[in-house]
């Protein structure tokens, strides 16, 4: 049984439809590359997953379950965390604290603050800091440790890399690799396309809010995979 399921999913902002009709299926353990152009839909098919944002028709299954209309903090007591774009860390709290925001969800698991500072060491020797007066890739490290504190079954990842140095992005990319070890199922929103189908088993390609790539990352060539991004 997957872990995650959609099936024809559809998104409105009021009178506007930002996604139609979008399908996926994610098994445990998988990572699904979510590639498009800005305005694509991708960052709002992960609201809808994670009842940010309601889809108005369609299905979204988690672990069998029907999980469309929950609130958000329901969604995430599940077992369902994002990493979002932007970060957007809480700038009055420290980075211990904002860590600790992680586990509101109470969910039992392997990740707590020693793990994550075993994961990105320099957030121990920084845990007293204001969190939004580190550099950007401190900020997204995080960002991402305070997902992870969450203990979720599936993580979502709005753009890991956006606006980093290379350096700090291959020091980021590690960190997922470790991750993705423990057998975190993960849907991996990212500017670097080669990247996210690197490190992905499945694609969903959106253009205007619509599919159009889906499957295994094996069975595409690079020229087929630019042509679905660009709608050629």
Same mark, same amino acid.
């Given at each position: 049984m997957p872990l995650l399921e959609l099936e024809s999913v559809e998104v409105f902002y009021g009178d506007l439809q930002a996604v139609f009709g979008v399908s996926l299926s994610l098994a445990q353990g998988e990572a699904l590359a979510l590639i498009g152009a800005n305005g694509a839909g991708k960052s709002t098919l992960l609201n809808a997953i994670t009842g940010?944002?309601?889809?108005?028709?369609?299905?979204?299954? /988690?672990?069998?379950?029907?999980?469309?209309?929950?609130?958000?903090?329901?969604?995430?007591?599940?077992?369902?965390?994002?990493?979002?774009?932007?970060?957007?860390? /809480?700038?009055?709290?420290?980075?211990?604290?904002?860590?600790?925001?992680?586990?509101?969800?109470?969910?039992?698991?392997?990740?707590?603050?020693?793990?994550?500072?075993?994961? /990105?060491? *320099?957030?121990?020797? *920084?845990?007293?800091?204001?969190?939004?007066?580190?550099?950007?890739?401190?900020q997204q490290m995080v960002a991402i440790g305070r997902a992870l504190m969450s203990n979720p079954r599936l993580l979502l990842c709005d753009e890991l890399s956006l606006g980093l140095a290379p350096l700090v992005i291959e020091e980021i990319y590690r960190a997922f690799e470790r991750i993705r070890a423990e057998g975190l199922s993960v849907i991996l929103v990212e500017q670097d396309v080669a990247r996210a189908c690197k490190v992905s088993e499945q694609l969903l390609c959106l253009l205007k809010g619509r599919v159009t790539l889906a499957g295994p990352v094996s069975q595409f060539s690079h020229s087929r995979i630019a042509a679905a991004y660009f709608g050629e």
């Open positions: 940010l944002v309601p889809a108005r028709a369609g299905v979204v299954r /988690f672990d069998g379950e029907s999980i469309a209309g929950l609130p958000a903090e329901k969604i995430a007591a599940l077992g369902i965390a994002m990493v979002p774009e932007g970060r957007l860390l /809480f700038p009055s709290l420290s980075v211990e604290e904002n860590l600790l925001m992680g586990t509101l969800t109470r969910r039992a698991g392997p990740w707590n603050l020693d793990a994550v500072y075993s994961l /990105f060491s *320099m957030l121990h020797e *920084m845990r007293n800091r204001p969190a939004t007066r580190l550099s950007g890739g401190q």
